[in-house]
């Protein structure tokens, strides 16, 4: 399912561990049970016995080693037919986790978000100036706006990672703009929102986190000052609905801008938004 592995349940439970959060025991007894098998299909032939001393002891002895040849084989073999089902198990147990955990994550995202938010404040209106090297480190209430600012987004960076690898058992986030829509949400589109080019308001600040790509500090105080989108960490599913999201804007407004009388726009646009 979603072409998940075990070794995505492994990196959802260590950023799990990571984040202190809380394990079910069933996810630890699947591992137990996942390693399990795993080491018994590793089951190693038993050592060669010695050589016995005369011809009437050899045929028993051999016989013996042999026996314990099959048996070994055996073991591995019948381990192989265990083996996916215990895979599976574990990988349905932590993805089963996931929606806790990410809640999980919740207040200690807000909590940064509100540090920023806080720093931003007495930052630069003009994004283009928080870069460190444009900084007036001479100014103490300037850098130490700007170093709260870069000390939260720091572990916000790390906390939006570490989500990503919980969240990964659950199936792949998607792919353009996913680390955006992993930590904001567009609002969803109405016939009126259209018709009164709402889309205006949002694609700028889509294009902005993506200008901010190599400046982190800056892209998250772009994020705490807007209005557009609303901030909130993505369950299993929610990037690729909240990117979704986007097509239909962009979809409704083109229908939009395709017609040729207000009627028109307005018939184009509701069927956009029922397709």
């Known amino acids: 399912m979603f072409g998940t592995s075990v070794n995505d349940a492994e990196k959802a439970v260590r950023a799990a561990e990571r984040r202190k959060l809380p394990?079910?025991?069933?996810?630890?007894e699947a591992k137990r049970l996942q390693a399990a098998v795993f080491d018994t299909g590793r089951t190693p032939d038993p050592e060669r016995p010695a050589l016995p001393a005369t011809a009437a002891e050899a045929a028993a002895v051999i016989q013996q080693h042999a026996e314990a040849l099959r048996l070994a084989d055996v073991t591995r073999r019948a381990a192989t037919l265990f083996a996916e089902e215990a895979d599976q198990r574990f990988v349905d147990e932590a993805r089963?986790?996931?929606?806790?955990?990410?809640?999980?994550?919740?207040?200690?995202?807000?909590?940064?978000?509100?540090?920023?938010?806080?720093?931003?404040?007495?930052?630069?209106?003009?994004?283009?100036?928080?870069?460190p090297k444009r900084i007036d480190w001479n100014?103490?209430?300037?850098?130490?706006?700007?170093?709260?600012?870069?000390?939260?987004?720091?572990?916000?960076?790390?906390?939006?990672?570490?989500?990503?690898?919980?969240?990964?058992?659950?199936?792949?986030?998607?792919?353009?703009?996913?680390?955006l829509f992993s930590v904001a949400a567009l609002p969803e589109p109405t016939v009126q929102t259209v018709m009164d080019k709402g889309w205006q308001d949002l694609h700028p600040v889509i294009a902005q986190w993506r200008e901010l790509s190599q400046q982190p500090v800056a892209r998250w105080v772009h994020l705490v000052r807007q209005?557009?989108?609303?901030?909130?960490?993505?369950?299993?599913?929610?990037?690729?609905?909240?990117?979704?999201c986007v097509q239909l804007w962009r979809d409704a407004t083109h229908a939009r801008s395709a017609a040729q009388t207000l009627r028109g726009a307005h018939d184009l646009v509701t069927q956009a938004l029922s397709a």
């Not at 996931?98 to 978000?113: C, S, Y």
């Open 23 to 28: 394990v079910p025991p069933e996810v630890y």
């Open 96 to 131: 089963a986790a996931v929606p806790k955990w990410v809640a999980g994550l919740d207040k200690e995202f807000r909590t940064l978000l509100g540090v920023v938010a806080k720093a931003a404040a007495k930052l630069p209106q003009e994004l283009d100036m928080l870069d």
């Open 139 to 179: 100014n103490p209430s300037l850098t130490a706006a700007y170093t709260r600012a870069e000390g939260a987004v720091v572990q916000l960076e790390q906390l939006v990672s570490d989500r990503s690898d919980i969240a990964g058992v659950a199936g792949s986030d998607g792919g353009r703009d996913n680390a």
């Open 227 to 244: 209005q557009a989108l609303t901030l909130g960490l993505a369950t299993p599913g929610q990037v690729r609905e909240r990117a979704g």
